[in-house]
T-cell receptor, first 110, second 112 residues
Framework: KQEVTQIPAALSVPEGENLVLNCSFT??????LQWFRQDPGKGLTSLLL?????REQTSGRLNASLDKSSGRSTLYIAASQPGDSATYLC?????????FGDGTTLTVKP | EPEVTQTPSHQVTQMGQEVILRCVPI?????FYWYRQILGQKVEFLVS????????KSEIFDDQFSVERPDGSNFTLKIRSTKLEDSAMYFC??????????FGPGTRLTVT
């Protein structure tokens, strides 16, 4: 059974800092790994998807990496802004269904 | 860009009542899913659906739950007799083969 863990649970940084969010998963037989952003009381906004054959994906200030063999993914956010404040979820996809982590709640202070 | 839609955005119901949550997936998607997120908790898989039948379900998805694709476009989740603990955000998702899952905006279900 897939289990996904995210560290840290919460992170507070001053504006402008670069930061790394961590995601680990127990079953490496994944189709892909997806990072989402969730604002309080809202839905899931897909940020990046890394296929199992890929090592990383980039979108703007976001970069996600995947090391399938060690069961790890990281989300790197460059030059953080207050608007980045949200909960970031990673989801490992096995045979179609996704298993989510608990998320990292990020607060970027102006 | 096509997107998954869900209705209603918020449903309030009394305990014991039946509810139907509706989703319109992206037209070329073949696999469909329901997930739920109880407030403050993680997103949990409920059920997957392919070729008009359930392909996998979690232990949460008991006899009170059912899914249907009645007309080839809508995908519904029915809860027969709602309990207080069914209060959650329910997300529908779809995909083509082993590709990215596209999630709907969610339906917030409040059971009073």
């Amino acid at each position: 059974k897939q289990e996904v863990t995210q560290i840290p649970a919460a992170l507070s940084v001053p504006e402008g800092e670069n930061l790394v969010l961590n995601c680990s998963f127990t079953d490496s037989a994944i189709y892909n790994l997806q990072w989402f952003r969730q604002d309080p009381g809202k839905g899931l906004t897909s940020l990046l998807l890394i296929q199992s054959s890929q090592r990383e994906q980039t979108s703007g200030r976001l970069n996600a990496s995947l090391d399938k063999s060690s069961g790890r993914s990281t989300l790197y956010i460059a030059a953080s802004q207050p608007g980045d404040s949200a909960t970031y979820l990673c989801a490992a996809n096995n045979a179609g269904k996704s298993t989510f982590g608990d998320g990292t709640t990020l607060t970027v202070k102006p | 860009e096509p997107e998954v839609t869900q209705t209603p955005s918020h449903q309030v119901t009394q305990m014991g009542q039946e509810v139907i949550l509706r989703c319109v997936p992206i037209s070329n998607h073949l696999y469909f899913y329901w997930y739920r997120q109880i407030l403050g908790q993680k997103v949990e898989f409920l059920v997957s659906f392919y070729n008009n039948e359930i392909s996998e379900k979690s232990e949460i998805f008991d006899d009170q739950f059912s899914v249907e694709r009645p007309d080839g476009s809508n995908f519904t989740l029915k809860i027969r007799s709602t309990k207080l603990e069914d209060s959650a955000m329910y997300f529908c998702a779809g995909r083509e083969r082993p590709y990215e899952q596209y999630f709907g905006p969610g339906t917030r279900l409040t059971v009073t």
